[in-house]
C-alpha cells in the first residue's frame, strides 16, 4: 500500500512505498476506464468513423449507385443522371465539408442552369441519402429553416383545340 506524505510534499503517493502494488492499481483504473469506454460506445452503438468523414463525395456516391442498381433497375437510369449531377457540383468535397450552406449553394447553382424545381428536389434526395446519417441531420436542419424543397409549380395541362390540333399535324 502507498503511503502518503513522507518525503513527498502534499498528498502525493510515496513511490518508494511499494512500486508493484501501486502499478498494479494504476492498471487496473486503466483497464476498467478502458472497459467502460468501450460498453459506453457498443450502448451508444457509436464507434469512430475518421476513414468514412474523409472519403470523397464521388466515391460515396458510386458505391451507393451500385447498390442502388441491384436493388431498383427499373429506376437505375433515372439515378444515374441525378447522381452525375450531383458528382459534378460536389464531386471533390469530403463528408466533413457537407453542411447546410453547401446544400443551398448546389440548388442554387442547378438553378442557375435552369435545371427544374423537381429535378432538384429529386437530386437532393439522392444527395442526403448518400450522406447517410450526416444528411440526415442536414435534412432536419433545412426542413426546419424551410428551404429543403424547391416550390414546384402545380398546374393541370389543358385540352388542345381543334385549330391548334390541325395546326400541329
Known sequence: MAKFGGTNSGLQ???????????RRLWAKSAEKNRRRELEEGFNNFSDQRQERIRTFTEMADEYFDTYKLRLP??????EYAINHLKRHLGSKMLVDFNEAAVIQYQNARLGESAAPKSIN?????????LG?????????LRKRKVLKLKVRQTVGRAYTQAEKDRML
Open 13 to 23: 503517493p510515496d513511490a518508494y512505498a511499494n512500486p508493484a502494488s501501486l502499478s
Open 74 to 79: 427499373q429506376s437505375a437510369r433515372f439515378a
Open 122 to 130: 429529386e437530386e437532393m434526395g439522392f444527395l442526403l441519402r448518400i
Open 133 to 141: 446519417d450526416h444528411g440526415d441531420l442536414i435534412r432536419i436542419r
